[in-house]
């Protein structure tokens, strides 16, 4: 479920940050109004001095989840 992913995300990079003796990662998160008037979130997660930005989407957890995975695509990749 939904509440797993969150969590997983977060874990594995902080998993991650501790193995390269980084900082834990930093998420920032910003309200973004569209055209509709629809509020939407976008968050970015810093780790190792290097920003990851998510995709926007209706509430901050599921920005801070999008940031997370972003980032550890890149990771991974």
């Not at 193995?19 to 569209?34: F, R």
């Not at 509430?59 to 997370?68: C, F, L, N």
Request: proline share 1%; aromatic share 6%.
């Amino acid at each position: 479920g939904h509440m797993h992913e969150t969590g997983l995300c977060k874990n594995l990079l902080q998993e991650y940050a501790q193995k390269m003796n980084y900082a834990i990662p930093l998420y920032q998160c910003q309200k973004v109004e569209t055209l509709g008037r629809v509020t939407q979130f976008t968050c970015t997660v810093e780790i190792g001095g290097i920003k990851y930005t998510g995709a926007a989407t209706r509430t901050k957890k599921d920005a801070e989840i999008s940031a997370g995975r972003t980032a550890l695509l890149a990771i991974q990749s």
